[in-house]
């Protein structure tokens, strides 16, 4: 199954690494703002969501300044990717992560989800129905070349009561690593 546009988001239940922010485990619930969650597939090693750190924090402060929830979510596999294992996730949230950060060690919400790659966002409303979904901005490795924020103009849409002009792209980064 593959989360598009118009459908409802599976519910989830996932311990959080971010000691700062959230409690120890979260449902969409708990992440969903006034006016709808934004959901961040990601991990600590892949280079793109590497490079778009600096992006992911800025744009899940100006989320919780518009009333819109903020997570991401590792997916990944720790055995192969040992950077992705929960003391690696930790580790990373204590360098200033503004949001929660959930581990999906089963890898039940990606697959419930249909995440491909490392950063996918899906951004919801407060019915929890998808409202966008694909990649962040046009470069994810290189901030300095961004010409589209796909996921603010949805955002900016969202909050303006219409729908985005884009609610579907092509995610840009590293597959989901599946357990074998």
Same mark, same amino acid.
């Given at each position: 199954?593959? +989360?598009?546009?118009?459908?409802?988001?599976?519910?989830? #239940?996932?311990?959080?690494?971010?000691? !700062?922010?959230?409690?120890?485990?979260?449902? +969409?619930?708990?992440? $969903?703002?006034? *006016?709808? =969650? /934004?959901?961040?597939?990601?991990? !600590? *090693?892949?280079?793109?969501?590497?490079?778009?750190?600096? $992006?992911?924090?800025?744009?899940?402060?100006?989320?919780?300044?518009?009333? @819109?929830?903020?997570?991401? /979510? !590792?997916?990944?596999? %720790?055995?192969?990717?040992?950077?992705?294992?929960?003391?690696?996730? &930790?580790?990373?949230?204590?360098?200033?992560? %503004?949001? %929660?950060?959930? #581990?999906?060690?089963?890898?039940?919400?990606?697959?419930?989800?249909?995440?491909?790659? =490392? %950063?996918?966002?899906? +951004? +919801?409303?407060?019915?929890?129905?998808? &409202?966008?979904?694909? $990649?962040?901005?046009?470069?994810?490795?290189?901030?300095?070349? @961004? =010409? @589209?924020?796909?996921?603010?103009?949805?955002?900016?849409?969202?909050?303006?009561?219409?729908?985005?002009? &884009?609610? $579907?792209?092509?995610? /840009?980064?590293?597959?989901?690593?599946?357990?074998?």
């Amino acid at each position: 199954m593959s +989360l598009e546009p118009g459908m409802t988001a599976p519910d989830f #239940h996932l311990p959080n690494a971010n000691a !700062n922010h959230g409690p120890d485990a979260m449902n +969409l619930e708990a992440a $969903r703002g006034e *006016h709808g =969650t /934004i959901v961040v597939f990601e991990c !600590n *090693h892949c280079p793109y969501v590497v490079a778009s750190v600096g $992006r992911l924090n800025a744009m899940a402060e100006h989320a919780a300044s518009v009333g @819109v929830g903020f997570v991401g /979510i !590792n997916s990944n596999d %720790p055995v192969v990717y040992e950077n992705d294992s929960w003391e690696h996730m &930790v580790k990373r949230t204590e360098g200033g992560m %503004p949001y %929660p950060y959930l #581990h999906d060690a089963e890898q039940t919400v990606a697959t419930a989800w249909g995440a491909e790659r =490392t %950063p996918e966002v899906y +951004l +919801l409303n407060a019915a929890d129905e998808v &409202v966008y979904r694909g $990649r962040m901005d046009d470069s994810p490795k290189d901030p300095g070349q @961004v =010409t @589209v924020e796909d996921l603010r103009a949805a955002l900016d849409a969202m909050l303006s009561g219409v729908a985005p002009a &884009v609610d $579907r792209t092509q995610s /840009i980064g590293c597959s989901v690593k599946w357990k074998a």
